[in-house]
């Protein structure tokens, strides 16, 4: 194993613990209480939002891959991730920008930052995809990246079950369905919806919204980068065989 792998090793394994772990009383009463809400909905509404979110997404998946940097031929891992995380600052603040600017220009101008949220954030999943070598123009590269997304704007429940399908990627994705429209749009927008309500209601206040959009924004793409970024280091470290067997099965908390 090479130092740098030797160094982010630590960090990867933490990070491994953290998407297995069990949900805490939190977790499991904020869920309940969500689920509670989602049931008072009218099933034709979850369709409506399913829809809107399903079309929006699947535009920036089949747009963004013409628009996406090109990866570094023979790069270390070390150079990889250098290249990747001036990429993850440069998003991080293009949307602290953006969500500053329609923070402050009040409730409907924040409403319609969430599809454009959206888009910054895929579009991030896209560029690091590329910097690992990775060929976004594959389906399965796609639904990957969906993986990535709702790891981390999902409970820590969903977030279990979404890691778990993740591990042997290359390995589980042959055996996946080819069309995209079979992907489960409605967990999907649900368990990103409930996610980002808490941490976004508050940019429609007047007043602060300004202030808050900048940081929320600021974060979330911070955590989707290193969830981004631990995601395909499990793929080249099992691509690798390295540290042995074990390097590659799932640690448990």
Known sequence: MHPYEEQIKPEFTKWQLKMQKRPNFIDRTSKKFQDKI????????????????KQMVRGVLTGAEYTTSQGIPGATLEEIETAVRKKIDFYKKAGAAEGGITGAGGFLLALAEFPILIGIKIKLLFEIAALYGRPVNDYRERLFILHIFQLTFSSQKGRQ??????????????????????????????????????????????????????????????????????AYRMRWFEERMLGGEKALLPVTA
């Open 38 to 53: 989602n049931d008072i909905i009218p099933d034709k509404v979850h369709q409506v939002i399913t829809g809107t979110i």
């Open 161 to 230: 079950d979404v890691f778990a399908q993740m591990i042997h990627w290359d390995v589980r994705s042959k055996d996946l369905p080819t069309d995209i429209h079979e992907f489960n749009w409605k967990t999907f927008q649900q368990e990103y919806r409930d996610y980002i309500d808490l941490a976004k209601m508050a940019q429609l206040i007047p007043g602060i919204g300004a202030a808050v959009g900048l940081i929320v924004n600021y974060r979330l793409l911070d955590q989707l980068g290193k969830n981004a970024m631990n």
